[in-house]
């Protein structure tokens, strides 16, 4: 999640091809008293990982934490403890976890990496010029999804061959990629977009300016994070239909009924999904760094990288 030069290139705004704009009538940013909550207050386990905890996933094993000295560890649920780890090498040049079909995908250098959950060995590394800041390799629509060069190449890798047998170019120079019952969606923070993407032809179906978007989260809704705000998008227009003042340089996840916002400055805020209002604000003293955010079983983790810490939060207590 820490930020690599390309990232904050200075640019001018691009241009949306699509709906929804800044300018939309969107309801005004929610003002709503939250709740005030120590994270000691609803904090189920918090692990100390050395070597730069960052980017999360989970499958059936447990919960995956990429850590930026090399090591993608495994976090047992029913124990809070490491069951296992296995390193592919330093990642100062690249970011990157997901977990789908039946496999653990990371990084190495601008390569990407499989990784055998059951046995922690690499099983397949691809040559794909991976792009550096891409923190979700989300697998769907039978392809894990990967940006490349300057993150306007967008490759689908097979995993039943690991080989890419999906290549697009993009309009924008994209920094992750996010999960839709019927397309991928794409934050593309330099170039100040976000972009639906169908994943069968690669056609452009929104092409949205938004000002500094970081984390797409979708489940048939759509909300993006920037900078400064959390905003719910149509998924068919792209017009902004709930906005809060809740700034993501973190994570953004959804629940049944929450979104779940994670930055430097406030820690971590829950919104609610109907009307975008603060209705919790769960708070950590004497951080110095964001992290990545995933909800698993009612349960909220977050990691604090440069503090090498993994949290594990009760998110049904308020």
């Known amino acids: 999640m820490k930020l ?38 609803v904090l189920v386990a918090q692990l100390t990982l050395a070597g730069d905890p960052d980017w999360l996933a989970a499958d059936e094993h447990g919960v995956w934490v990429q850590r930026a000295s090399g090591e993608i560890t495994l976090i047992d649920p029913a124990t809070s403890e490491e069951a296992g780890s296995v390193s592919v090498g ?71 061959t690991n080989q ?11 920094s992750d990629v996010s999960l839709g019952e019927d397309a991928l969606w794409l934050p593309c923070r330099v170039d100040d977009r976000v972009l639906k993407v169908d994943p069968l032809s690669g056609e ?19 909300w993006v ?21 809740a700034g993501a340089d973190g994570g953004v996840v959804l629940d049944a009924d929450s979104v779940w916002v994670r930055s430097l400055e406030e820690f971590l805020v829950r919104l ?3 009307t975008g209002e603060r209705v919790q604000e769960i708070t950590a003293t004497d951080l110095t760094s964001p992290g990545d955010l995933l909800v698993l079983d009612g349960e909220v983790w977050t990691t604090a990288y440069d503090d090498q810490l993994l949290f594990r939060i009760d998110g049904s207590a308020s």
């Not at 890419?164 to 994209?174: H, S």
């Not at 452009?204 to 759509?222: E, Q």
Request: with cysteine.
């Open 204 to 222: 452009v179906l929104l092409d949205l300016a938004v000002d500094n978007p970081t984390f797409v989260a979708v489940d048939g809704d759509v």
């Open 90 to 160: 330093p990642m100062d040049l690249c970011s990157g976890l997901g977990a789908s079909y039946g496999a653990i995908w990371t990084c190495v250098g601008s390569d990407v990496a499989r990784i055998d959950p059951e046995t922690f060995e690499v099983v397949a590394q691809l040559a794909v010029n991976k792009q550096a800041v891409q923190g979700h390799l989300v697998g769907g629509f039978d392809r894990v999804w990967v940006l490349t060069s300057d993150g306007s190449g967008l490759v689908g890798i097979d995993p039943a």
């Open 225 to 245: 994070g920037t900078s400064t705000a959390t905003k719910q998008l149509d998924p068919e227009t792209g017009e902004v239909l709930v906005e809060s003042e």
């Open 4 to 41: 690599l030069p390309a990232l904050v290139l200075t640019l001018a705004l691009a241009s949306a091809c699509g709906g929804g704009d800044e300018d939309s009538d969107a309801a005004e940013p929610s003002t709503a008293e939250a709740a005030i909550t120590p994270v000691e207050d």
């Open 164 to 174: 890419v047998e999906t290549e697009f170019e993009l309009p924008a120079r994209c």
């Open 272 to 274: 609610d999904r109907e």
